[in-house]
């Protein structure tokens, strides 16, 4: 009864109320005695037994606070002598503290990077003022989402003056729009906003240096051009000097004048995207045309609009106003806005735009998930080695257990210790991750055909991250040694006088379900890794619609310093005819936009003979302008009709050539050839279609299915910046230098922006750098995780073989052959592989079937890779087995008989 009535004080006292001293003095009376008592009929004196109990229960006297302390109830000042010893403990080991802190540092570190850049592109806030007041008006269309969220600057202007849950609305044009900046007789091309002038009043930032955009300025054709540098852009290029405000600068060669610099670290509202400079939306191409250009055109959707909710109002409340508006002018408007409606968005949910939004959740699912596999195959490592640790310390837990410790005080003084380490890993994971970030960053802005990236800036949420990550790892990392480690009987281990035990049958199992575990983690690591190669292959021999083999890509503007459309046209005239004379040139061929490169054009198709049924929307496409020898030189394949003449200019009738899709999607089951189509408007002007060219890809590699597309004649449609591609015998980087020698004897400080091969642009972020990335990344950790598997079973079949000598001896001392000796162990070491197998393979059908949008071209179940995956890592797995299994046969038996 005593017994029961002090366990019953101790739960009272774990799980319930608060006690009071007396009674908290009659549990420890009760345990005492108790412990006497278990003494006296051991066979001890009374004062031996008393003086065993006293000793048992710390030395100490038994006062409320010692007590809770011992039986698992610290205080702070417990918890950071904890934290103390731990660290101590641990600088005495420091190949353990290494080892682990470097093996969680990958962990940590993948997921930490993975974190890091879905932080800054998608959840952190605007650095603005008030961030969560920030919303996006998205139009949508029935039936159909409108392209990224983009509205009309007519319909923007209605909503700006009669959505009264705003404190303010404004707008940017398009996404990505580059210009030429000229100042002290040097270009850049930069990246660039079209903003309206409220943008900056409406988002609450103040200038780095003079002043930002006002309220209602650059709204009106025909203004002045000022310009708002970006932050890093203007201390790249004028090295952070405040003089540079109120300097003079050419914009596409037109005079503007500079008038502030944004504050570091606010780049725009464009996630992936960091801006050089903005402009304001007078200033967009298109914008001077007024009722022509997409100012006065309700059908022209090129502005992005955000606002700034009221004080007080919610999302709710501006969704009705928003509704309101929407509807009246769908009844006003009803040939452009019928069946639109437009939905408010917080500004984080409205990244990504819908473009890619079904796209982009995948790959962050994924690459997480292959982080969280990095980070889990790393814990596995790790607690094999800390069990080994664990079961060590056996004997130095049970005395601490003799002088009155509880099993939660020690196991929470172990955890201290892995969560040390964890902590330690964290760092080592930042300082990987801020490395892995730099190296990427670096590469993709060398290989990027879509500006620069955006700025890093320090980020709690990161570090908070991290932490997270850590504490977790910790926790998960050291439960089992803890457990493994406090639970053992003291008696047992006190008795074994220091002899180190290291078997156990729990032991060993728990080290087979981690050597399991790694094996099936490094086979879905190789499996996905494979499927990127494959992917990585298909797409290499894929049919790109043109040859990208030794063809060099040349871009300039001469609008940057200050030529007009007539010596614009002949500068690029007497260019192409002096590259193509140079030696090793075949043919030289002048285009708007190169495929994989920043999609420059795109315009609404209408068809002639097919009106638009009310509130549809014309198709919006994207086009090229090219010269009339592009389709030669980049053999773009012409499946019907003509390519383009010299005698295609602006005195002749507007022609173009589609490709197979877009004639199969507006002409079915018709020949497009002589079909007429206008990008102006329902009434036209038309333009003629003369050819047909194969389906080929043109800004994403990624996409499988086969997109419209046309290109429109240069001569007729006239672009002032343009890229010379130049075709070759010889490997084009030799070509860089006399290129460039043509172009600066012609055009004297013109500068070129992007000389590079075709292939290095198809191994830009919007070509093969994804896919190699993924495979490059995937493989390494699948190498990694076949390595920590293959270290596995070898040490799981070497300790169980050197566990079972004795019982070999027998075997063999019975007649059993050697070879009957190599199929046992063996057996132990496959059971284990083919366990990995089975679970391996399963998990990596259900995560590649997940991430099968990554996959082009390859089936997220292909049995190559499965099969030859597995036969790679069941093939060195079998070696490993095979190593200390022919070890074991070779035992002699008199030896193996005599062994302990």
């Not at 928003?322 to 006003?332: F, G, K, T, W």
């Not at 010269?627 to 030189?633: A, C």
């Not at 293959?790 to 040490?795: A, E, L, M, W």
């Not at 035992?891 to 005599?898: E, N, S």
Request: glycine share 10%.
């Amino acid at each position: 009864m005593r017994r029961l009535r002090a366990w019953l004080l101790r739960l009272a006292g774990l799980f319930g109320k608060e006690r009071s001293d007396q009674e908290l003095a009659q549990e420890i009376e009760s345990h005492l005695q108790m412990n006497i008592e278990d003494n006296v009929r051991r066979g001890m004196s009374v004062e031996e037994a008393r003086r065993q109990a006293l000793l048992k229960f710390g030395g100490v006297e038994l006062t409320k606070e010692n007590y809770r302390e011992q039986r698992g109830i610290p205080s702070v000042e417990a918890l950071w002598r904890d934290v103390r010893f731990g660290a101590r403990v641990l600088m005495k080991s420091p190949a353990l503290v290494a080892i682990v802190a470097v093996t969680l540092g990958l962990g940590i570190g993948a997921n930490t990077a993975i974190f890091g850049l879905v932080d800054g592109a998608l959840l952190r806030p605007l650095p603005v003022r008030n961030p969560r007041e920030i919303v996006v008006l998205a139009p949508e269309q029935k039936g159909m989402t409108l392209q990224t969220y983009f509205m009309s600057y007519p319909d923007y202007l209605d909503y700006r003056k009669d959505a009264n849950a705003f404190s303010d609305l404004f707008a940017t044009y398009s996404i990505f729009n580059f210009v030429s900046l000229s100042a002290d007789g040097e270009a850049d091309h930069i990246l660039t906003s079209y903003v309206t002038g409220n943008y900056f009043p409406a988002l609450g930032i103040q200038p780095a240096a003079g002043r930002l955009f006002l309220a209602g300025e650059g709204e009106t054709a025909g203004e002045e051009t000022i310009v708002v540098l970006g932050h890093g852009y203007w201390e790249k290029r004028f090295r952070g000097d405040a003089g540079v405000v109120g300097k003079h600068v050419l914009v596409d060669g037109k005079s503007a004048t500079i008038v502030g610099v944004a504050p570091r670290g606010f780049g725009g509202v464009y996630s992936g995207a960091y801006m050089d400079a903005f402009l304001p939306i007078s200033a967009a191409p298109g914008f001077e045309r007024g009722s022509e250009g997409f100012a006065g055109n309700r059908w022209a959707r090129f502005l992005r609009v955000l606002g700034r909710l009221k004080p007080g109002f919610s999302v709710k409340q501006a969704q009705s106003a928003v509704s309101v508006v929407a509807s009246r002018l769908a009844e006003q408007y009803a040939a452009a806005d019928k069946d639109i409606t437009v939905q408010v968005v917080p500004e984080t949910r409205a990244r990504p735009d819908p473009m890619v939004s079904n796209v982009v959740p995948v790959i962050v699912t994924s690459f997480f998930a292959l982080a969280a596999l990095v980070l889990l195959l790393a814990c596995m490592n790790v607690a094999n080695v800390l069990i080994v640790r664990a079961t060590a310390r056996q004997r130095e837990m049970g005395i601490r257990a003799a002088l009155g410790a509880g099993r939660g005080r020690l196991m929470l003084q172990v955890l201290t210790e892995t969560i040390l380490l964890a902590l330690l890993g964290a760092v080592a994971g930042l300082v990987l991750r801020e490395w892995a970030f730099r190296v990427i960053n670096s590469t993709v802005r060398a290989m990027s055909n879509s500006g620069p990236l955006p700025e890093t800036t320090f980020s709690w949420s990161i570090h908070v991250y991290t932490a997270g990550v850590a504490l977790f790892t910790g926790v998960v990392v050291g439960l089992w040694p803890a457990l493994r480690c406090t639970g053992a009987d003291v008696n047992t281990v006190l008795r074994e006088s220091g002899r180190s035990e290291t078997g156990g049958r729990g032991h060993h199992r728990i080290r087979n379900v981690l050597v399991v575990g790694q094996f099936a983690g490094s086979l879905v690591l190789l499996i996905v890794a494979g499927l990127f190669v494959r992917t990585l292959a298909q797409l290499e021999r894929s049919n790109l619609g043109f040859d990208p083999n030794n063809v060099l890509n040349v871009t300039m503007d001469p609008h940057g310093i200050g030529y007009d459309e007539a010596r614009t046209k002949q500068f690029f005239r007497d260019l192409e005819l002096r590259v193509g004379a140079l030696p090793g040139v075949q043919s030289v061929a002048q285009t708007l936009s190169v495929p994989m490169g920043v999609p420059m054009d795109g315009r609404f198709v209408y068809v002639e003979g097919k009106p638009l049924a009310p509130g549809e929307q014309a198709p919006l496409v994207t086009c090229n302008r090219v010269g009339p020898s592009y389709f030669g030189t980049m053999h773009v394949p012409l499946l019907r009709g003509r390519g383009f003449s010299e005698a295609d200019d602006e005195k002749t009738p507007a022609v173009a050539v589609v490709n197979e899709n877009m004639a199969e999607r507006l002409w079915p089951n018709q020949d497009a050839i002589g079909k007429r189509f206008s990008v102006s408007g329902a009434a036209g002007p038309w333009v003629e279609v003369v050819g047909v060219a194969a389906n080929g890809k043109y800004f994403v590699l990624a996409l499988a299915k086969p997109t419209p597309y046309f290109y429109l004649p240069l001569a007729q449609n006239f672009a002032a910046q343009r890229t010379l591609q130049i075709r070759s015998a010889v490997a084009p980087e030799m070509l860089v230098v006399a290129v460039k020698n043509e172009i600066q004897s012609l055009a004297p400080g013109l500068p070129v922006f992007d000389v590079r091969t075709m292939k290095e642009t198809l191994g830009g972020t919007s070509g093969f750098f994804v896919f190699r990335l993924a495979a490059s990344l995937a493989g390494a950790m699948g190498v990694l995780g076949m390595v920590l598997a293959v270290v596995g079973v070898y040490g799981v079949v070497s300790y169980s073989a050197a566990q079972r000598i004795h019982e070999i001896g027998i075997r063999m001392a019975m007649g059993a052959e050697r070879e009957d000796i190599l199929k046992l162990i063996l057996r132990d070491g496959m059971v284990l592989v083919v366990v990995g197998v089975m679970v391996g393979l399963g998990a990596a059908w259900a995560l590649s079937r997940a991430m099968q949008q990554m996959f082009i071209g390859v089936s997220p179940t292909d049995p190559v890779t499965y099969a030859s995956v597995t036969l790679l890592l069941v093939g060195v797995a079998l070696w490993a087995c095979y190593v200390p299994a022919r070890r074991a046969m070779r035992v002699d038996p008199m030896v193996a008989l005599r062994y302990e």
